[in-house]
């Protein structure tokens, strides 16, 4: 993992500072609420329906324990014992006081963490896939070219005002975890023909009203200029990006609008004069970070058996574990989706639970996943009967990853102030309902936004729900067919939508047309490409 | 015409107020500029000649246009004052300044001890700008 030095410690230490000063101001009244809105933004602080909400960041997903212990400790201190955690791979509190919102970006810096750019018209917080370092089909760990990003972008001086919020994610193979091309920028590396590593760039997808699959727009970046490269696809889009409409904003609109070639030609030539500027740090930095991402000291010639005769155990070993590269380990997904839980909650005592687990048996890592989840990489498969054991009693240990119960929602219109509708009690109804059924669906990704912002990824589900407002009255629309990864997809809405209850029955139905019309091993996705929308509007209308 | 509040310059001030971009294609002798959010500043590239003051407006200090067109002058070699204009609030002087500009004319007076504070308060930073300060990478691999 990356540990700060001590450039990396006084950048955030003079932020909570900064940040400090700014809330001194605000609450003397020197500067009004307006101007003091971008500034709280920057540093993660949004105010929220009922109170002040604070995201702090989790770069690239990964955390170690002492982190992971200090998120409860926060939840605990400073908030209401629980928290969220994203689908941007953050975590967020609910329930901060203005005042406090220093001290807790005193106490995040105490463990090298911040909540830096986790809001604003900036570069977010870059993602990355949460199995890296574990995947066996990783060209190379993706993680040292995230943190080099992270490094970029933070305190960019030309890139803190764009025309819009800007996400960046980074992968290393071909399987996307980290819906790649549905990010503002999404990096590939990969290896060429030359078996040299380089980065290829894909602009201008998002999600949100206006959702698109960002095109290549140059297929492989050496890995000792890509950060200039990034530089030019901020640059054109910081002078060109639209600012006469917010909705129009993202550089998905400017992409669309000039056309992948032109604006490809645009940051080519932007590229090139930057070249010239020497903003690009040398390949040195990139081994120094690299020399942090080793692989930890992994047990050699243990056993790959695992004593299955507990069916609870089984049936979770099954659902929630992925192979790992290193033979007698696995990587574990820890489920925050509780059957008619809320998708993505946590509360402090299970943080550091998991916390714990990770220090015994996960060589101190832990990822945070945008399906709003947990994962412990590195865990030998000996130890996972004591593993899930531990789990399962803290309310950890339901097996459904990637199931019709692990469902992403956004926190909707019981916290947000954005959104339409409310998406918790729509995915805890969807939980109870379907849950029984789990094993008989399986995998089916199921994604709920409360707004046409899209913070649930709905455009990305298999099954996905939009929450909208009509006349006053909360409304679901059902689209069908939504996939990220290596074959990202974008939903189609079924036709007319329906109330709370009616959208709980839209899913039950659209679940029952899969089950009546699967061939062979056929996920819900694929059965639903093979025979079109038709069947299951039938189904779901008639 | 707001006063320039904070200079970081030794050279006599320009007192001509800055032309139109429009205007300064035409008058060959204007050597002071003004740049709108909307304005390419590379249009400027051919005059850096014959340029003293080159004054970037920012109608609202959330358009961040601005800070593109004064690197790219800065990158260009423009040697000239770089005056931000407008809603220069105390919060974006320190990306102002690490961008290039190196004088401030805000449309509302900031409170110079804020101001200071913000002007100082960083002393390192992740990646090069306009303002010569080396980055934390140059540092770390000397």
């Known amino acids: ?542 | 015409m707001a006063e320039v509040q904070f200079r970081f310059r030794d050279d006599e001030p320009v007192a001509d107020p800055g032309v139109t971009v429009d205007a300064f294609g035409a008058q060959s002798n204007a050597a002071a500029v003004r740049l709108e959010p909307g304005d390419d500043a590379r249009d400027l590239l051919p005059h850096l000649g014959r340029l003293r003051l080159v004054e970037v407006n920012f109608p609202v200090f959330g358009d961040g246009r601005g800070y593109s067109a004064a690197r790219i002058l800065r990158e260009a070699g423009y040697a000239g004052e770089l005056r931000a204009v407008g809603d220069v609030l105390v919060d974006q002087l320190a990306y102002l300044r690490r961008c290039g500009f190196d004088a401030f004319a805000p449309e509302v007076p900031l409170d110079p001890v804020d101001a200071e504070a913000a002007f100082a308060r960083y002393e390192q930073a992740y990646q090069p700008a306009a303002d010569g300060l080396r980055p934390v990478w140059a540092l770390r691999h000397g």
């Open chain 1, 1 to 542: 993992m990356y540990k700060y030095d001590t450039y990396d410690q006084q950048l955030v230490d003079t932020r909570v500072e900064e940040f400090r000063d700014q809330v001194r101001r605000r609450l003397e009244g020197h500067i009004t609420e307006d101007q003091f809105k971008p500034l709280r933004l920057m540093n993660g602080l949004y105010l929220q329906l009922h109170a002040y909400m604070l995201r702090v960041a989790v770069p690239y997903g990964t955390l170690n324990s002492a982190q992971m212990r200090m998120l409860g400790h926060i939840a605990d201190k400073y908030d209401r014992g629980y928290g969220h955690f994203t689908t941007r791979q953050n975590i967020q509190y609910n329930w901060i006081k203005l005042e406090q919102a220093p001290d807790i970006l005193a106490d995040l810096a105490s463990v090298e963490m911040h909540a830096i750019q986790t809001s604003g018209n900036c570069i977010r917080n870059t993602t990355s896939d949460q199995y890296a370092g574990a995947a066996a089909d990783e060209v190379v760990d993706p993680r040292p070219y995230a943190e080099l990003i992270r490094q970029w972008s933070t305190f960019h001086p030309e890139f803190s005002f764009l025309p819009r919020k800007f996400k960046m994610a980074v992968i290393a193979s071909d399987t996307d975890r980290a819906a790649m091309r549905l990010h503002d920028i999404g990096i590939k590396i990969v290896r060429n023909d030359a078996s040299d590593l380089g980065a290829a760039f894909y602009v201008g997808g998002g999600m949100g009203r206006t959702p698109m699959i960002a095109p290549c727009i140059n297929p492989f970046v050496p890995l000792d200029r890509f950060i200039t490269y990034a530089e030019a696809c901020l640059r054109v889009y910081n002078r060109h990006g639209r600012r006469d409409n917010k909705y129009k904003a993202r550089i998905k609109i400017l992409v669309h609008e000039l056309g992948k070639e032109e604006y490809t030609r645009q940051v080519e030539a932007e590229f090139a004069h930057l070249l010239t500027q020497g903003v690009e740090p040398p390949l040195a930095e990139l081994e120094r970070i690299k020399a942090q991402f080793t692989e930890p000291p992994f047990e050699v010639g243990i056993s790959d058996e695992v004593d299955r005769s507990d069916p609870d155990f089984a049936l979770w070993l099954e659902t929630n574990c992925l192979a790992h590269r290193q033979p007698g380990y696995v990587a574990v997904t820890i489920s925050l989706k509780p059957v008619g839980g809320i998708p993505g909650d946590a509360s402090a005592d299970q943080m550091r639970l998991m916390a714990d687990l990770a220090r015994d048996y996960s060589f101190d890592e832990l990822r945070v996943t945008h399906a709003q989840n947990v994962v412990l990489p590195h865990v030998k498969k000996a130890d996972l009967y004591a593993l899930w054991q531990a789990l399962d009693a803290a309310g950890l240990g339901t097996a459904n990853l990637d199931r019709i119960g692990d469902i992403i929602a956004c926190p909707g219109l019981d916290y947000c102030s954005l959104a339409n509708a409310r998406s918790i009690p729509v995915a805890q109804k969807i939980s109870e309902r379907l849950s029984p059924r789990s094993d008989e669906i399986g995998e089916l990704k199921l994604k709920i936004s409360g707004c046409i912002n899209a913070c649930g990824h709905h455009h990305a589900g298999h099954i996905g729900i939009l929450g909208v407002d009509r006349k006053g009255v909360e409304n679901y629309q059902l689209l069908l067919g939504g996939n990220e990864g290596a074959d990202t997809s974008l939903g189609t809405i079924t036709g007319p939508g329906f109330d709370e209850d009616g959208i709980v029955d839209a899913v039950d139905r659209a679940t029952g047309v899969y089950l009546a019309n699967k061939q062979g091993a056929e996920r819900f996705l694929d059965t639903y490409r093979r025979i079109g929308m038709a069947p299951f509007k039938e189904a779901i209308y008639g």
